[in-house]
């Protein structure tokens, strides 16, 4: 179990290099490099040179490599163009924000989708099952910004009764103080996963039934009702645990989504504004830090599993 | 998917328990023996798939409306004409006009045959980039399969939308631009595929007996793993193109797809976002609902490729 936690570890760690390998190519391939994108088009070569060694980009790459590298470990990220701030910051200020709004439309997910799933399961073929299957199918295919404008036109512009804007505050308190303004920004978000864990809690559930164990508690004597919650519900909620996992990439990105259409001053809104305006250091902290989640919640969720169900051997 | 902003998850496709027996064909249906037959099962199964019908049929139709559609119902997208802007629909214009007095109609048509043509080529790069890869890690295995596979993983590790905006933040977007740029993020997921399967098939008995017989590796790949991979990563490809037509509309809602007087559906919705509170329905509406049902209908087409290739596994 340590060692297997030690093993993925070391690879997790191996993965992040190799992330911030490919991002520091991506920005050294920038036309001109990172200079004639701050100083603009009109930039002296005399003017380029004098930024390149005030800011060590004339240092062999590799050098740079290892310091940029040491930097990021240590939570230096370097410094915005735009906003005048260091990247670290701007990035403890709004990462917790995502988070929060991520954790919550995550939780709502779970409460929705696992009972619907499971509904789906137990009543397969019949009126709910198809219902359910088919605004799956549409929530799936819808782009979250397209929610996100029917829910504001709804629930905003129609009927009034919640704020079409998330909370504009800074700190995390304040969120929870405006929380009507949240539900918006962590229903649209949680709509896709919905979609996506329902689907996956029903056929989870129908792939146990068929299974011996069912059976035999059958036989044995047990009710319909303790063959299902004490059962198959424990052996099929497992692989939602990977799923939490595995979604985390996805959830960033509707992160990134939902906050540009609710002004949630997130990282995803950060991000966003980053890449209009060429805030190339910003992105890059961005990018790094949530390759770095994705990889701490693929580790998290796999060692999860592995407490929970005694069959994963490591 | 991808994607996939809503980047899809691996397995967790919408197609899962349905029940595979309905789909069958009648025992006297089935063909053994010439592998062509296996193909022909499958083809049998997907024509029975009533939802893959439709769903064909409606790709089919969203085709000819965003490419011959224009050659029918002419409108001007280039010149801009304030004095039409905002129309609600009406005579001469059946869905309205934009903020810069474009037609709704036409334009959902010029905006299609983008997101369409991104879609569609974005997902064959993705596809062959990804299949090479894959085969290429799992055919040599050892240490050239761990440093491909650790690429897969960080690449991975990004959201595709990050990578994405980082990308078209270094080169503006052009049809071309937009093409590769997405072609070249949604390739893993294929090469992790394919990677699998060739490491599966590898060891068979029946490509291992080609061996023992002094068959080449060559023929090994062309001729026993290739046909037997191809049914995975055709599904998979039709998944890449509901993927890419939502990437491309996700880049236009954020700005940062192609640019005016072009435009695909994201760009359109994101211009009809200003108007929100001023109810102009018919600048939002539209384009939603053509990507929703567009992609249904890629995934419904996909679903039935899927439950027709795993029948000729089965059978297999």
Known sequence: MVGYIVRRLLQSVLVVLVVTVIVFILLHSLPGGPARAILGPRATPLQIAQFNSDNGLDRPLIVQYATSVAGWFTGNFGFSYVLNQSVGSLLAERLPKTIILAALSLVLTVIVAVPVGIWQAVRRNRLFDYIATGLSFIFYAAPTFFLGLILIEVFSSWLGWLPPEAPQSNGVVPIFQQFPAMILPIVTLALLSIAG???YMRSSVLDNVSQDYVRTARAKGASPSRVLWRHVLRNALIPIITLLGLSLPALFAGALVTESIFNFPGMGLLFWQAAQQSDYPVELGVVIVTAFATVIGNLLADVGLAVIDPRVTL | MTVQPGAPIEGMDAAAGRPAASTLPPPGAIETGHPRSLFRLGFEVFVQNRLAIVGIVVVALAILFCFVGPLIYRTDQVTVDLTIANLPPGPGHPLGTDGSGYDVLGRLMVGGQTSL??????????????????????????????????????????????????????????????????????????????????????????????????????????????????????????????DAILLVAYLGYLGLGISPPATDWGGMLSNGTQYVFLNYWWLIYPAGLAIIIVVVAVNLVGDGLRDAVEVRLQRR
Do not use: C, K
């Not at chain 2, 960080?154 to 631009?177: E, Y």
């Open chain 1, 197 to 199: 864990f329902s689907r």
């Open chain 2, 117 to 242: 043509i991104v879609g569609l080529a974005a997902a064959a790069i993705a596809t062959l980039v990804g299949t090479v890869w894959g085969a290429v890690a799992g055919f040599f295995g050892g240490w050239v399969d761990g440093v491909m596979m650790r690429v897969v993983d960080a690449i991975l590790a990004i959201p595709i939308l990050f990578l994405l905006l980082f990308l078209v933040t270094i080169v503006r977007p052009s049809l071309p631009v937009m093409i590769f740029v997405i072609g070249l993020t949604a390739w893993l997921v294929p090469a992790r595929l394919v990677r699998g399967e060739s490491l599966t098939l590898r060891v068979r008995e029946y490509v291992q007996a080609v061996r023992v017989m002094g068959g080449s590796s060559w023929r090994s790949v062309t001729r026993h793993i290739m046909p037997n991979v191809i049914g995975t990563v055709i599904v998979n490809a039709t998944f890449q193109v509901a």
